[in-house]
């Protein structure tokens, strides 16, 4: 009976450990964070995740909303430019998909602008390699 009891209680424990910190999948992990090298950049991070010829991005920017919904932020929108596969575009999320890019290795300037293309001052830009 003790050691049933013993074996319970030992079993019990091993199982309590293993819910603390699940593992993400890997197809669905981010494999960058892009984090701010200066102080005026801290706000903005930025992860994006490479899938074929695709890039997943997903911008966090406080106290900038991309829609008309949130009121006290400023509003603004995302622009993606590619000196390297000739590439402007313009989104309105926060999270967004780049399609299409060309094989080979592109530098993505990413940048928050405001009313009229006005620069916010928060921009990053990165490397993906489409293979």
């Given at each position: 009976m003790k050691k049933i009891i013993f074996l319970s209680v030992c079993l019990l424990i091993l199982l309590s450990g293993c819910k603390e910190k699940?593992?993400?999948?890997?197809?669905?992990a981010f494999t960058k964070k892009a984090e701010a090298?200066?102080?005026e950049n801290k706000d903005l991070s930025i992860k994006h995740m490479v899938q074929g010829n695709q890039v997943y991005i997903e911008c966090i920017v406080?106290?900038?909303?991309?829609?008309?919904s949130k009121k006290g932020a400023e509003k603004g929108k995302i622009v993606v430019r590619s000196n390297t596969g000739?590439?402007?575009?313009?989104?309105?999320?926060?999270?967004?998909?780049?399609?299409?890019?060309?094989?080979?290795v592109h530098l993505l300037n990413v940048e928050i602008v405001g009313k009229n293309n006005k620069p916010l001052g928060m921009k990053k830009q990165f490397y993906v390699t489409i293979q």
């Amino acid at each position: 009976m003790k050691k049933i009891i013993f074996l319970s209680v030992c079993l019990l424990i091993l199982l309590s450990g293993c819910k603390e910190k699940m593992p993400e999948p890997e197809s669905f992990a981010f494999t960058k964070k892009a984090e701010a090298a200066n102080h005026e950049n801290k706000d903005l991070s930025i992860k994006h995740m490479v899938q074929g010829n695709q890039v997943y991005i997903e911008c966090i920017v406080p106290n900038v909303t991309f829609t008309s919904s949130k009121k006290g932020a400023e509003k603004g929108k995302i622009v993606v430019r590619s000196n390297t596969g000739n590439l402007y575009k313009e989104y309105h999320t926060a999270a967004f998909v780049v399609k299409n890019l060309p094989k080979g290795v592109h530098l993505l300037n990413v940048e928050i602008v405001g009313k009229n293309n006005k620069p916010l001052g928060m921009k990053k830009q990165f490397y993906v390699t489409i293979q």
